[in-house]
């Protein structure tokens, strides 16, 4: 069967995942279309769209694809809502053959699985910054013992969050905080940190271990 442009209300109830996937994910852009979009620090543009079928049994799947203008299209990956349905026979999906769209099988859609699949998928995508044929290692400045043992704070003891404040009251006796501000700052441009509230991305934990290695 064909596929074809889901209606506006079954967007709207697919809105539900895109949007708590953005509360995981920075860079959020919201739905323009039939179409929600990412913009993720180093250039990545990320789409999905809402696939399925007119089927008695659908099989919806939400299609992403991410591009860099490094080198275009690299990453895809497929999210289908029966991959995570908790019963065989009764598949979850958007049911949007007649009248408003709704849920159908609302009950046994592990949503919850799906989203922080998704949002993995996403994070993973940071670290194809330091591939060597995107953008070298070296392109990056070296860490220093220091700059490893912040990350290192912010990871263990602040669930990955480069708060300021937090990590001055813990190395304030060997980094300023106008110093701690610009690094914070460097790195966010070069898509080690996301944007505020600053994270240590993939990327930076990927940076590290090659340091240490």
Do not use: C
């Amino acid at each position: 069967m064909s596929l074809f442009y889901p209606s506006y209300q079954a967007l709207k109830l697919a809105d539900q995942i895109l949007a708590a996937i953005g509360e995981q994910v920075p860079g959020y852009q919201g739905r323009l279309g039939v179409h929600w979009y990412w913009h993720l620090n180093g250039g990545i543009l990320v789409t999905f769209k809402l696939g399925f079928r007119i089927t008695q049994q659908r099989w919806d799947v939400l299609h992403a694809e991410a591009v860099t203008p490094q080198v275009g299209l690299f990453s895809a990956a497929d999210f289908p809502f029966g991959a995570y349905g908790t019963l065989r026979e009764s598949p979850p999906f958007i049911h949007d053959l007649d009248g408003e769209a709704e849920w159908s099988n609302r009950l046994y859609f592990q949503m919850g699985h799906l989203i922080d699949d998704a949002s993995r998928w996403m994070k993973t995508l940071l670290a194809a910054v330091l591939d060597p044929q995107v953008r070298p290692p070296a392109a990056f400045p070296a860490l220093t013992a220091l700059e490893r043992e912040l990350v290192a704070h912010a990871l263990e003891a602040l669930n990955g969050r480069f708060t300021l404040t937090t990590l001055h009251d813990a190395f304030g006796d060997r980094i300023s905080y106008g110093a701690l501000s610009a690094l914070a700052r460097t790195w966010e441009g070069l898509g080690l940190l996301t944007e505020h509230p600053r994270r240590v991305t993939i990327a930076l934990r990927a940076l590290v271990e090659q340091t240490e290695a």
